[in-house]
């Protein structure tokens, strides 16, 4: 944790704009909030989506989702409460947790589904979609299970606890890497009075969801169940290399970072398709209706 002092010593970024999602359904009705979507996809390219699902009413979550297709992008499925069983037609099997973390390569198609399995009590977590480089579209789908003892965590001297389901954070490599996008995903934990600041490329788009309580960055405010888009380094005048993220919060919190390389490739989506070109999305259709998907 050397590297923290270091990391205050440079200028953080700031909030760019603060977003409220948008309450909808999805699956077989299962209530969420859509966080990111296709309006911010060029803005927070390589992020496609992101959904957060919270309820302790079953009515809002027991049917899941049932069997549906992927293609071209990766899930990221992190459970804070709850049980969900994953099934898909490569094989894949496995359940998700409280604190586990599913992650899915669609690659060139997928047909999966994610059911509860739980009649009662919370349900609550987020899924994130993750596009794929052109060259990594049709790969072969790929699946794994991370349960909660599985993410690498780290306490701050400040007694900020900060999960890393991706990237790096002070030195601590999270449970994946990617070479192209390079995601770093946080769930960071931060006790009243305290401050966290962690390295973040000058490359990447940023944003940070907070999902308990409130933090300011650079004077700005985001409270609870709020999007905050980070400024990119060139916005603050600082075009050099490093750059950081401050967050200080006045109340226990818990919030989610995340950061990625965009692709700056053309994103052409429909529904759970996700390609480079419409020809590519008409193959998907065909291929999927064809019976192609594995």
């Not at 009515?59 to 989702?65: E, Q, R, S, T, V």
């Not at 049980?83 to 690659?107: F, I, K």
């Not at 991706?166 to 449970?175: C, I, K, L």
């Not at 600041?197 to 308990?212: G, M």
């Amino acid at each position: 944790m050397n590297n923290i002092a270091t990391i205050m010593q440079h200028q953080s970024r700031g909030i760019e704009r603060i977003i409220e999602g948008v309450a909808t359904s999805d699956g077989a009705g299962v209530k969420l909030t859509r966080v990111l979507s296709g309006k911010l996809q060029k803005r927070l390219d390589p992020f496609l989506m992101l959904d957060a699902f919270s309820s302790d009413n079953p009515d809002d979550y027991i049917a899941g989702f049932p069997d549906h297709p992927h293609r071209g992008f990766e899930t990221v499925t992190y459970m804070l409460s709850g049980r969900m069983r994953h099934r898909d037609s490569a094989g894949h099997e496995g359940l998700l947790e409280n604190g586990g973390v599913q992650w899915m390569t669609a690659g060139r198609g997928v047909i999966h589904s994610e059911i509860p399995e739980q009649e009662d009590g919370v349900m609550e977590g987020f899924q994130l979609w993750l596009n794929l480089p052109a060259q990594h579209k049709m790969a072969a789908p790929w699946y794994r299970d991370f349960p909660s003892g599985e993410i690498p965590e780290y306490v701050t001297p400040q007694g900020v606890t900060v999960r890393v389901i991706a990237g790096n954070s002070n030195g601590v490599a999270g449970a994946v890497t990617r070479e192209v996008t390079e995601p770093l995903y946080l769930d960071i934990h931060v006790p009243a009075g305290a401050e966290f600041s962690t390295a973040l490329p000058d490359t990447h788009n940023a944003f940070i969801y907070v999902y308990r309580g409130a933090v300011t960055v650079e004077g700005v405010h985001v409270a609870s169940r709020r999007m905050g888009i980070l400024s990119n380094p060139g916005s603050l005048g600082n075009a050099s290399g490093a750059d950081n993220v401050t967050l200080a919060a006045t109340e226990e919190t818990r919030l989610i970072l995340l950061a990625g390389k965009p692709l700056n490739e053309p994103i052409v989506q429909y529904g759970p398709f996700v390609m480079n070109t419409q020809q590519e999305i008409h193959q998907a259709l065909n291929d999927f209706n064809n019976g192609h998907f594995a």
